[in-house]
Structures are given as structure tokens and as C-alpha cells.
């Protein structure tokens, strides 16, 4: 395992890794990555960035270890570990053929669990182009994290990450299209995440109820608030809203807590009951 700062001045390694990850086309010198860096054209490649959240107090051989469990637990060939300033860590797993799914989600189960870590996971790509595509994608997922800990994957937020580069744009966007339900608040929060299952989930409360542990009669009272705040139906612009409530959500601004019970109406039965 390879294992050096990106910021060392006199490294080959450092600069032709930021090179690479300068290089738009992702193309580069195929000969040299594969010599100094032992990157191969036909190689797949997944990165993982790895953060402490503020206050945690994760140093950076805490986030190496984090790495190296998971080239260790992927069977990457030829793992590379990045220290960038000693606030976060690059990791890349390399290998013939993409990790196992499996191999994936047991890293992400795994990984959600420790306190205080933040985890940006990219796409699985190939090639030179692809190690940098991979990494590009790890920090656009860990720049929805904000300031929250756990798991944050590249699939869950590639659509919206391409408005979010626009912080200004992006909160008028949210503002004028979600209305008052872009509130802040414990409740607002609870309520935007339940009309964003709503929708994600064809409008199936028994879905959105088994998701949430609730009622399918919770589920319909906070969609009917929801619905309020927004001052207008859902079928008016519901790709709008749907987008809205993702671009929240991938911005890490909603992580619902319980409601209160002065907030919810209360039910009997188990989740996803009648």
C-alpha cells in the first residue's frame, strides 16, 4: 500500500497525482501514471474520501487506518492512500474488475457506524480518466455532508450536485419552489423528507410508512401539511419539488429528528398499517 502527502513538494508521485486530477480529458500520460503510480488503463477504480466532522477529532492516522480497512476488506490490488493536509484522506481501491457489491455495502455498513467519521464514496470507473471521475465524485458526495456524520455515495446526489456548485442560485431555486416548507425546524424537516419519499416512492404511503416506522395515516397527514406550505399541488410542478426537497436533503440540511407529539397526530398498529 502506497501511502504519501499530496501537498510533498520533491515527490513524483505528488506531482504527477496532481497532474491527473488536474487534467479535464483525464487522458495524461498513460505510460508514467502506470510506472510511478501503478495505475493501468484497464484497471477499475474506486475512491473514497474520508473526513472528521468538526469537533470529532478523527486525526489523520485515524482516517489511514479507516483506508486501509477498506482496501483491505474490498481486495483491491493496489491500493493508494492520500493524506491532503491532514484533514482528509483519498483512498483508491484498484483492481482488474470492479469490487464486489457485496464487498460495497458491507465498507458502507460498516463505516457509517464509527462516530465522528464522514465518508464521500464515488462512482467505480476505469482507467486514468475514471481514477480521477471516481474522486470528483467522492468529494461532490462528501460536500452534501455539511456538518453530519455517516455515508454519503456519489449515486445519491449526482443530479443535484450539478445545481449545488451554485450556492446562491441553488437557495433561490429552494426558496421560491419549496415556499414555506423551506423553513427551518425540527418539524419542517420531518415534513420535507416525508413528501420527498412520497414522491420518490410513486405516492405509496404503505412504502413511505414502512420506510419511516410510522402509520400509513401519519404519512398522510404530513404529506396534507406539506402540501399546505407549499401553498399549491403537488402535480403543478412536482419534478420542481421533488428536485427541491433532493437538493435539501443532498446539501445535508435534513436530518430529521422525532417529532414532537404536539406535531404528529397520533396512531395505533404497526408501520405501514391501514
Given amino acids: ?34 510506472r510511478v503510480l ?36 474490498t481486495g483491491g490490488a493496489r491500493p493508494l492512500v492520500v493524506v ?12 482488474t474488475r470492479p ?36 474522486l470528483l465524485g467522492a468529494q461532490a458526495a462528501l460536500h452534501s455532508a455539511s456538518t ?3 455515508w454519503y455515495a456519489y449515486e445519491d446526489v449526482s443530479v443535484v450536485s450539478l445545481l449545488a456548485k451554485d ?9 421560491d419552489v419549496l415556499g414555506e416548507l423551506a423553513s427551518t425546524g425540527p418539524w419542517h424537516a420531518i415534513l420535507r423528507e416525508t413528501l420527498r419519499l412520497y414522491l420518490a416512492m410513486r405516492r405509496s404511503r404503505q ?15 404530513r404529506v396534507e401539511k406539506a402540501t399546505r406550505l407549499l401553498g399549491r399541488a403537488i402535480d403543478e410542478d ?7 426537497l433532493e437538493i435539501v436533503r443532498a446539501r445535508g440540511q435534513d436530518r430529521p429528528s422525532a417529532p414532537s407529539p404536539a406535531d404528529d397526530i397520533p396512531f395505533s398498529g404497526s408501520p405501514g398499517a391501514a
Avoid at 84 to 95: A, K, L, S
Fill in 1 to 34: 500500500m502506497t501511502i504519501h502527502d499530496v501537498n510533498a513538494r520533491c515527490s513524483d508521485r505528488s506531482r504527477l497525482l496532481s497532474q491527473i486530477l488536474a487534467d479535464d480529458d483525464g487522458d495524461g500520460d498513460a505510460h508514467e501514471a502506470e
Fill in 38 to 73: 501503478g495505475l493501468r488503463q484497464s484497471d477499475y477504480h474506486w475512491a473514497v474520501v474520508l473526513r472528521s466532522a468538526p469537533g470529532c477529532g478523527l486525526a489523520a492516522e485515524d482516517l489511514v487506518r479507516v483506508a486501509q480497512t477498506i482496501n483491505r476488506e
Fill in 84 to 95: 491532503n493536509r491532514g484533514r482528509e484522506v483519498w483512498t483508491w481501491t484498484q483492481g
Fill in 99 to 134: 469490487p464486489e457489491p457485496e464487498a460495497l455495502a458491507a465498507v458502507r455498513t460498516r463505516l457509517s457506524a464509527v462516530d465522528g467519521l464522514q465518508v464521500g464514496a464515488g462512482p467505480v470507473a476505469q482507467g486514468t480518466a475514471g481514477f480521477r471521475r471516481s
Fill in 148 to 150: 453530519h456524520t455517516g
Fill in 167 to 175: 450556492d446562491d442560485r441553488t437557495r433561490w431555486f429552494v426558496a
Fill in 207 to 221: 412504502q413511505v410508512a414502512a420506510a419511516m416506522y410510522i402509520n400509513r395515516n401519519t404519512v398522510a397527514y
Fill in 238 to 244: 412536482a419534478f420542481e419539488v421533488r428536485l427541491a
